[in-house]
């Protein structure tokens, strides 16, 4: 296959260019602006989040969020190891420290017990943590139910990492709405895009509204730029939220679409020995299914692991990707804390992601599956 087939790619529905040239058209090229509004009304009417500030990135959204729970020097907060760095990041820009938890197997995401451990031990060392990020990664939705249930028991504010899982669900409700603040991203290779983005979704409106406060530079209301707090500049702009309209009109055509990637992946590969691909626990857990990604056991597959088939497919023109590298393991984070048992070290050893967009074609996806089969001598 000469043209390269990508992990996941931007897929427009063909409105964006109507919101946009209304902004240009009124000249509203700034940020702020009604297409901004109207993006924030489309994700609260989506997602049953009470209210909803867009903003320029992730990132900036979980820097917010952890603002606005008072996160502070010298403070720690409990993060998913299994992540990408964005989501930790923040925590050391507010000077406090991250402490990471490990995944357990069925959802790869956050492990109740061991983040019930994890607070215990800190509480023990006299330092109750200050909140937790939980990760909602590939899509899959992390066990809610208990994590939520820790997290009110202890007292300790929950902030939903969602910038994977937009339109995922458990028990019925969207991820990003169960925390007090939950975070999305509308980056390149997400479900839907805004160009590079994100928003804080919150109950509590008046999240919401200091959220906008402090993205938009913390002027207090004086004509003479008065400012008693320390602000950012984190808005969305106008033109990039008028993407985002365009695209939260097909999202729900998104999220059937990367399902069926996934279910089509796992009909055609899990009757490989030593292939294994992730599933939702029960039907309580709805996945967007972001990513489809694959563990490969190198000992059932006689001998052919992650790096071989990363490196096979790479030459014939498909991009595929490791699973994240645990934050336990990175340089950067290598003195922080952290309660693992090796289950992150394990699903990053032998995880691959495969292509996952929306826009693939039938035949691309089809050449994906012969090539894998081909590689595991199927
Ligand atoms: C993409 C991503 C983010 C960051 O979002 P940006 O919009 O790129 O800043 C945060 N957490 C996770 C898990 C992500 O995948």
Request: net charge negative.
């Amino acid at each position: 296959m000469s043209e390269k087939i990508w992990l996941s790619s931007p897929h427009m529905s063909g409105n964006e260019m109507k919101y946009i040239d209304d902004a240009f058209r009124r000249n509203q090229v700034f940020p702020l602006g009604p297409n901004v509004t109207g993006l924030e009304e489309d994700i609260v009417k989506f997602t049953g989040a009470g209210h909803c500030t867009c903003l320029a990135s992730g990132t900036s959204a979980i820097h917010l969020a952890l603002i606005l729970l008072g996160v502070k020097q010298g403070d720690e907060v409990i993060c998913s190891s299994f992540t990408f760095s964005a989501s930790a990041n923040p925590i050391v820009y507010q000077g406090a420290t991250p402490v990471f938890v490990d995944s357990e197997p069925a959802t790869w995401n956050m492990s109740p017990a061991l983040l019930e451990m994890a607070i215990n031990d800190r509480i023990s060392k006299g330092k109750k943590p200050a909140a937790i990020v939980l990760v909602h990664l590939y899509g899959m939705p992390a066990r809610l139910d208990e994590i939520m249930a820790i997290a009110n028991r202890y007292g300790i504010p929950l902030v939903e990492d969602a910038a994977e899982s937009l339109g995922s669900t458990f028990e019925g409700k969207y991820t990003g709405t169960f925390g007090e603040i939950g975070i999305l991203s509308f980056n390149g290779n997400k479900i839907i895009t805004t160009s590079g983005g994100g928003a804080l979704l919150s109950a509590n409106p008046e999240h919401c509204r200091k959220a906008l406060f402090l993205a938009t530079q913390a002027r207090d209301n004086a004509p003479h730029y008065q400012h008693s707090h320390i602000g950012y500049n984190y808005r969305m702009s106008n033109i990039s939220a008028g993407i985002g309209r365009g695209q939260m009109e097909v999202l729900s055509d998104r999220v059937k679409k990367r399902r069926e990637n996934h279910f089509f992946y796992w009909k055609q590969l899990s009757d490989i020995q030593g292939i294994v691909l992730q599933e939702e626990p029960d039907s309580r857990y709805f996945s967007n299914f972001w990513l489809t990604t694959i563990l490969i056991d190198p000992e059932k597959t006689g001998g052919i692991n992650r790096e071989f088939l990363y490196d096979e497919l790479g030459k014939e023109n498909i991009e595929t990707r490791p699973l994240w590298k645990p934050m336990h393991l990175q340089p950067v984070f290598a003195d922080a804390p952290a309660y693992v048992d090796g289950t992150s070290e394990g699903l990053f050893k032998n995880g691959l992601c495969l292509p996952s967009s929306s826009n693939i074609t039938d035949e691309a996806r089809a050449f994906v599956v012969k090539t894998i089969r081909k590689l595991l001598k199927h």
